[in-house]
DNA sequence: GTCTATACTTGGATAGAC
DNA sequence: GTCTATCCAAGTATAGAC
C-alpha cells in the first residue's frame, strides 16, 4: 500500500501512510453514503479528518482517489469471496455462495461503490477504461465459479460461462440498485432464495441426464 | 401536457407549450449523454436552445424538470411495449419480446435515463420515493408479462411472477450498466438469446407436465 | 414569457507558511 | 507532509428589463 518505501521505514514514513489509507477508506464511505457527485475532495477530507489539500498531494486528484478506493474495494471482496466460490461445484453450491456474498456487499455497500463509479464513468472522459479494469478481476471470478459450478452438465451448453457469469454480475448491479431505491434488501435475498430452488431443480436434470450420456470417452 | 389550459387556445399558449416540451427533450438527452451530474440548468437550456431561467419559471426547479422527464420517457415506454408483451403468453414469447425491448431501449437510452435518477435518488434527499413512484408502472407491466408468460405452469410456483418481474426489471438495469461500461451492446442481446432458449425449455417442461396435473377442477 | 445580469454557493486545484 | 488562504470555474436561483 505504501508508495516506495526503500530506505528505513520511519515515523514520517507510517504516519503518511496512515493519512493515505485514512482518506482511502473515507472516500469509501463517501462514495456508499453520498455517492459519487457528493464524493468530493472536501468531504472526503472532513470524513477523512484531515485537510483538504492532502487530497490532491496524496492523490493527484478527487478521480485518481476515488480509483485508489475502488481498487481496496476490489481487494476486500476478492480476499473474502474466492475462497467462499471455491467449492461451490455445483449450481446449488453456488446460488447459496451468491447469497451469502450479496448480503455481504449489500452490507458493506462495495456492489454500491462500484455502481457509482460505472454510473460516473458514463459522464467522465477517460473513467470508463479505468473502471473496467478493475472489474475485470470480479467478471473472472465469477466466471470461473460458474464454470465449476455447471461443470460439465448439458447446462453449460445452453448456458456457457462467460454468459453466466455477465448474467450474475449483471444481476447483483440491478438488485443493487432496486434495493437501494425502495430501500428493501429483503426482497433482493428472496429472489436469491427463489434461485436457489430454481438451481435445485437444474442440478437434478443434470443428475438424471449425466449418466445417460456418451461422451468424453 | 398543457398546464391547465381551460381559455381560448391563443398562439401564445402554444408557442409556450413548446419551449416546455423543448426543456423535457433536452432534459431526456442531456440525462442520457452526460448523466444526472451533467444534466444542469444550463447545459438543458443550451440543448433547448433557450434561456437557462426558463428552466426555473416553467419547472421550478432542476430536478422537477428531471422528474418531468422521467415522466415523458414512462410515458412513451408504455405506450410501446404495451401491446408487445400483451400477446407474450408462453415463456419463450415473452424472452422474445425482452430482447426486442432491450433492443428499443437500449438505443433509445430509456435504461439510461432510468439509471441516472435511480442513483442520484440515493443521493438527494426526497427524490428516492418520487423516481420509485414513476418506476411502479413499469414493474406492474412487468409483473403482468411475467404471469401471462408463466400462467399456470408449475414453473409459478417455483417463481411467482412478483419475483419474476423483478428479476427482469433488475436484470435490464444490470445490463444497460455493464453494456454503457464496455460500450458492447451485442453482449446483453446475446445473453437475452441464451435466455430464449432456456425459456423453450421451460415451455416445453411445461408443456410435459400440465396435462399430468389434476386441479382447477 | 423570455431575456440579461447578478447574487450566492460549492468544488477542484494551487501557493506558500510552517 | 500538513496546514490555511486563495483563485477560478460552474451551478442554482432570483431580479428586473422588455
Redesign the pocket.
Known amino acids: 500500500m505504501a508508495?516506495a518505501g526503500p530506505r528505513a521505514g520511519t515515523l514520517?514514513?507510517q504516519?503518511?501512510a496512515?493519512?493515505r489509507a485514512a482518506l482511502v477508506n473515507a472516500a469509501i464511505a463517501a462514495l456508499r453514503e453520498t455517492g459519487y457527485a457528493?464524493?468530493?475532495?472536501?468531504?472526503i477530507?472532513r470524513r477523512a479528518?484531515?485537510?483538504?489539500?492532502?487530497v490532491?498531494?496524496?492523490f493527484?486528484?478527487?478521480?485518481d482517489l476515488l480509483l485508489a478506493a475502488l481498487d481496496e474495494v476490489s481487494a476486500r471482496r476478492m480476499a473474502s469471496y474466492r475462497g467462499l466460490l471455491a467449492h461451490a461445484t455445483s449450481v446449488t453450491a453456488l446460488a447459496a455462495a451468491a447469497r451469502d456474498i450479496l448480503t455481504a456487499d449489500l452490507d458493506a455497500g462495495y456492489v454500491r461503490v462500484l455502481i457509482e463509479m460505472i454510473t460516473a464513468a458514463h459522464a467522465v472522459p477517460g473513467l470508463g477504461d479505468q473502471v473496467a479494469e478493475r472489474l475485470q478481476p470480479w467478471r473472472e471470478l465469477t466466471e470461473q465459479a460458474a464454470m465449476s459450478a455447471l461443470g460439465r452438465s448439458p447446462a453449460a451448453r445452453l448456458l456457457p460461462p462467460g454468459d453466466a457469469a455477465r448474467a450474475l454480475v449483471a444481476g447483483f448491479l440491478g438488485l443493487e440498485l432496486l434495493a437501494s431505491l425502495d430501500n428493501d434488501r429483503a426482497a433482493a435475498l428472496a429472489l436469491l432464495d427463489r434461485a436457489g430452488s430454481l438451481a435445485r431443480l437444474l442440478d437434478m436434470l443434470a443428475g438424471l441426464r449425466l449418466p445417460g450420456r456418451k461422451e468424453d470417452r
Open positions: 508508495k514520517r514514513r504516519l503518511s496512515d493519512v457528493g464524493a468530493s475532495a472536501r468531504e477530507a479528518g484531515c485537510s483538504q489539500a492532502l490532491f498531494y496524496h493527484g486528484s478527487v478521480n
